[in-house]
């Protein structure tokens, strides 16, 4: 069993920043990778960002690239992210996950979810 902690949302205006912090405990030894994925009311859960634990490979979701950084600390099985330039579309429950082996990371397939951190972007 691993438990996701997230912090760090809030409410900012556009063109602001922000950054999610997402502490794992537990069986984190079982984990390969860690993400963030966002959802608003009505819609799916849609993925937003993902770092293996080794830190040689990010992914992210075309709508946030360039704008958006995942970082991790395995020292601390703490992950990351960095948003920058925000934008009222970006407001969503921020979610913090986990995968369990390669094969999930690139099919973005996620066994483990944080409770969330509200993220609202005034215009």
């Known amino acids: 069993q691993v438990s996701l902690a997230e912090s760090g949302g809030g409410l900012v205006q556009a063109g602001d920043s922000l950054r999610l912090s997402c502490a794992a405990s537990g069986r984190t030894s079982s984990t390969y990778a860690m993400g963030w994925f966002r959802q608003t009311p009505g819609k799916e859960r849609e993925f937003v960002a993902a770092i293996k634990w080794s830190g040689d490979s990010t992914m992210y979701a075309d709508s946030v690239t360039g704008r958006f950084t995942i970082s991790s600390d395995s020292a601390k099985n703490t992950v990351y992210l960095q948003m920058n330039s925000l934008k009222p579309e970006d407001t969503a429950v921020y979610y913090c996950?986990?995968?369990?082996?390669?094969?999930?990371?690139?099919?973005?397939?996620?066994?483990?979810w944080g409770q969330g951190t509200q993220v609202t972007v005034s215009s």
């Open positions: 996950a986990t995968f369990s082996s390669l094969l999930n990371y690139v099919r973005r397939r996620s066994n483990y």
